[in-house]
């Protein structure tokens, strides 16, 4: 997976890059990816560095902008003040020439990436007062931060402002750097999160996993710090590498039909002491699935009360004898919305579509599902169970306005026709089976005794 996938780069988004670890490395690989691409920085570039762009064009103070007009040819144009012998780096562009930039690119369709505070090639760092300097028109900004990090003790050696790193972490002096103390860096108002605009996209990238080890304990990390950014990315920018893209992912339970072939309220069924829509919700739950999204309709008060004291939201669909495609979108609906004061970030990389009878869906290829399509952002990735598709199946966010668009008794199915899917090859042929009559539920409920018996 491209590094501009794995973030979610537009062709004309406005990317600033801040943090340590293979900051730099990471935007110009970002910038290449995208070419043709502009590249400037806030602060200042080490001159070094500017060998890793086709062109660099020095714009002086006070001078009038400088022709771009090849860039769309190709390649990386790099823009930055003049050099400064003193410190041995390019400065940065007033905000008056970092606009003009902006509008230009955006203008001619091109993507520009900023570099905005410095780190001195330490794997860790903290901001001081002044920094960062994020321009507010920024679309995305990637916090960056280098597994290498982790264990080293809290000094200048390895981690750039040790004071305010520990300040924010709790670390003294001399200690090692845990991921709990990075955890709280990155999420502190005044760490990763400061100076980030409202509306921008917020990404940790989680640079030089190197190693399994590495890689395993950042993919512990994500879950915790997916409760401030919208994507955690996983990577080894000196491999050109990028491990696993880790996001938000919703469940929807579709929970609002009738069931008039079984000719009883099929979510209210009794699977192992619970019913089926509160059992399935549980398992959504217990798989990290967030936000978990409930679609009633029929029976929805019912319904309702089984889930009464469960962390879910509920999307009732008052159009439900439409078909599945109304209580497809109603849930995805629900799931989209932010909250009001946008306290709770709920913007979703993908969702997991689970029907409401299907209880026996379990836990582990849930989880599964999520980890497959971290490793690539497919479009669509689904179980395939003894050569036969089953479900439940994850739709990433590319795919939700067709999602959007459906309407009638359709469901995800007709949507997996418009995308590549992604097989995740499982080996529990539980998951094919339906509740339609009373044969389907005393076969369901039987082999789910097998299986517990055999455990």
Do not use: C
């Amino acid at each position: 997976m491209k590094l501009v996938r794995a973030l979610r780069l537009t062709q004309t988004a406005i990317t600033a890059f801040v943090g340590g670890g293979g900051k730099t490395s990471a935007l110009f690989l970002a910038a290449r990816e995208s070419a043709p691409a502009l590249v400037s920085t806030s602060t200042h570039l080490a001159a070094r560095q500017t060998q890793h762009a086709e062109r660099h064009l020095v714009w002086q103070p006070n001078e009038s902008a400088p022709h771009l007009e090849d860039i769309p040819k190709g390649g990386v144009t790099l823009v930055t003040g003049p050099y400064r012998e003193d410190i041995a780096r390019v400065t940065g562009l007033t905000q008056e020439q970092l606009s003009w930039l902006r509008n230009w690119a955006t203008a001619q369709g091109v993507p520009l990436f900023l570099e905005a505070d410095g780190s001195r090639q330490r794997p860790l760092k903290a901001p001081a007062a002044h920094e960062p300097a994020i321009p507010p028109f920024a679309d995305v900004v990637v916090v960056t931060a280098g597994m290498k990090g982790l264990g080293k003790p809290l000094e200048e050696t390895f981690i750039h402002r040790p004071q305010i790193f520990g300040a924010l972490s709790g670390l003294h002096p001399g200690e090692p750097v845990n991921e709990d103390a990075l955890i709280q860096v990155l999420k502190h108002p005044d760490g990763g999160l400061k100076n980030i605009p409202n509306h921008a996209r917020r990404v940790v990238l989680l640079n030089q996993a190197d190693t399994d080890d590495l890689q395993a304990r950042a993919g512990k990390m994500a879950s915790r710090l997916l409760e401030a950014f919208d994507a955690v990315v996983i990577a080894s920018i000196q491999r050109s590498v990028v491990y696993a893209a880790q996001e938000k992912v919703a469940g929807i339970v579709l929970a609002a039909g009738q069931a008039s072939r079984y000719g009883a309220p099929k979510q209210l069924l009794d699977f192992q002491g619970e019913p089926f829509v509160r059992h399935t919700a549980k398992t959504a739950l217990s798989a990290g699935l967030s936000p978990v999204v409930v679609v009633t309709g029929a029976y929805a008060e019912q319904v309702e009360r089984a889930l009464q004291d469960l962390p879910v939201q509920i999307a009732r669909n008052e159009n439900w004898q439409e078909g599945q495609a109304a209580s497809v979108k109603a849930g995805l609906m629900q799931a989209l919305t932010q909250d009001s004061d946008n306290t709770s970030r709920h913007e979703i990389g993908a969702a997991i579509f689970l029907l409401a009878d299907q209880p026996q869906v379990t836990v582990p290829v849930l989880v599964a599902l999520k980890e497959r399509h971290a490793e690539g952002l497919f479009p669509v990735v689904a179980p395939l169970i003894a050569g036969r598709r089953g479900n439940p199946v994850l739709f990433d966010r590319d795919t939700f306005p067709a999602l959007m668009n459906l309407h009638g008794d359709t469901g995800g199915r007709e949507v997996m026709r418009q995308f590549p899917v992604e097989y995740l090859t499982w080996h529990d042929e539980h998951l094919l089976l339906d509740v339609d009559n009373e044969d389907d539920y005393r076969n369901l409920t039987r082999n789910r005794e097998t299986v517990e018996r055999n455990a």
